[in-house]
């Protein structure tokens, strides 16, 4: 089974900036879509941005759109989140997401991390 | 951006009982939601996709219904291990949105 592991999160000041990185661990990235999920602190799950499997289309909800960037890296089974000018209300655990609801023939792709912790906060 | 809506928000049911969430959403999305179930400090797990289509290892007793704007996920026989948040989900359009959750515990 694919595992997806998420790092880079952690404590940071309001402002500032964090990348978010995924890995699979076997190369399982090619033509799939890849997403970034998160839940705040006993709150529900928010989607937060989507990548294509060719990079041609891509897309954020619209509480993080012009402060994060979302790409991928298959040669390096990668998937990031660049997360600028963050706000107390980014803090949440952040999850990768592979073929988020894909099923194809009755199997489905979709795949999720144990998720990385991004608190903000002064 | 496409809105969902799930009712009940929370539910207090018994071993054995029937329990139906229902999810709609704020215009057309054909069958294109899925349910996933989420325990306390786990990832979700997908149960439903394509509106009514079973995720290979899901207990029968999960299914799903609709199209449109309005869907449902039905538990036919409530299990202890089925005690959890469930969360609906579309992806006809980008953005992709959930919604809010409907909390399942012990009556």
């Known amino acids: 089974e694919v595992q997806l592991v998420e790092s880079g999160g952690g404590l940071v000041q309001p402002g500032r900036s964090l990348r978010l990185s995924c890995t699979a661990s076997?190369?399982?990235?090619?033509?799939?879509?890849l997403h970034w999920v998160r839940q705040a602190p006993g709150k529900g799950l928010e989607w937060v941005s989507g990548?294509?499997?060719?990079?041609?289309?891509?897309d954020y909800a619209d509480s993080v759109k012009g402060r994060f960037t979302i790409s991928r890296d298959d040669a390096k089974n990668s998937l990031y989140l660049q997360m600028s000018n963050l706000k107390t209300e980014d803090t949440a655990l952040y999850y990768c997401?592979?073929?988020?609801?894909?099923?194809?023939?009755?199997?489905?792709?979709?795949?999720w991390g144990q998720g990385t912790q991004v608190t903000v906060s002064s | 951006a496409i809105q969902l809506t799930q009712s009940p928000s929370s539910l207090s049911a018994s071993v054995g009982d029937r329990v139906t969430i229902t999810c709609r959403a704020s215009?057309?999305?054909?069958?294109?939601v899925g349910w996933y179930q989420q325990k306390s400090g786990k990832a979700p797990n997908l149960l439903i996709y394509?509106?009514?289509n079973l995720q290979s290892g899901v207990p029968s007793r999960f299914s799903g219904s609709g199209s449109g704007t309005d869907f449902a996920l039905t538990i036919s026989s409530l299990q202890p291990e089925d005690f959890a948040t469930y969360y609906c989900?579309?992806?006809?359009?980008?953005?992709?949105?959930f919604g809010p959750g409907t909390k399942v515990d012990i009556k």
């Open positions: 076997e190369n399982t990235f090619d033509n799939f879509a």
């Open positions: 997401v592979k073929a988020i609801l894909y099923c194809n023939d009755g199997v489905c792709y979709d795949s």
């Open positions: 215009q057309a999305i054909g069958t294109d």
């Open positions: 990548i294509s499997w060719n990079s041609g289309v891509i």
């Open positions: 989900l579309q992806d006809s359009n980008f953005p992709f949105t």
């Open positions: 394509d509106a009514s």
